[in-house]
């Protein structure tokens, strides 16, 4: 059947007005641009990090939501530790009232080969990467169910994942492994429980130039994330933002168990 009802001349896109949203790893880097910019289409943001230090630098992400004439709340959470994942999640409901909108963000990193891989940081860097994901999922869907639906959605869930968990991390075997988990995690999260209108998507980044220091401003690897993206420069924070922001918002309709890359052609080429 067709739709021929009109479409209203004047929308208001991607409006966020009055939705709660939790961005986990949210103090820096992606994380702090996606709460930046659901703030600033009227999210209610519960920022969720072990701190609220900035790794590239400048004032806390509430504070600065603040500045930008926003709203943003603070909640140390370790993603690791499951009483205080839970507890994020029951203490934003106590606040707000209710949750919309899950960003699973937070990361670690320890580049490392299988032969260089220690047993206790392949389990950290799944422990955080994969299993906080998880945590914060499960936690947040219990939630989501219980609410009433708006606009056919009951909650959303935007879970980061990464190129390299669709093709090999080079000498990154835990990180790559991690992120490959948590694409598979979000096709499967949205196929049980897209019945009970929970909706779970992707971004993967490219290569995107946050504070990270060490083997990501390696100017090898720099040079090598250059020649291997067809749009020629590294991707921003915002870059990223702005795709999360689109998946959290209603505009996003039918769309779910998908990986959105933001990637400048990383993996087209
Ligand atoms: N930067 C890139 O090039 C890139 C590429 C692909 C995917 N990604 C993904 O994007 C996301 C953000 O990356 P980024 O570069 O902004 O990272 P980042 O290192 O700049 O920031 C990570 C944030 O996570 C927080 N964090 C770490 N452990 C935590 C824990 N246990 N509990 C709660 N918070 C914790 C940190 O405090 C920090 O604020 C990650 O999921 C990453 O895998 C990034």
Redesign the pocket.
Known sequence: MTDISPIPSVAVEMSMAGKVCIV??A?????RAIARRLAAQGARVVI????TDV?EGGEPTAELIARDGHLAVFHR????VTAQVDGLIADTVARFGRLDVLVN????RHPRPLLELEEQDWWRILD?NLS?VYRCCRAAIRQMVRQAPVNETRGRIIN?S???GLIAAPDDLAYGVS?AGVDYLTRQIATDYAGRKIVCNAVA????H???GGRATDPAVVERALRRTPWRRLGR?DDVARAVLFLASDDASFITGATLMVDGGWMAA
Do not use: F, W, Y
């Open positions: 986990t790893g103090a820096s880097g992606i994380g969720a990090d072990l701190t790794i959470t370790d993603v690791a963000n937070a990361c670690i955080v906080g980061l990464s190129q390299h992120k980044p490219g290569k995107i946050t504070g990270q924070p």
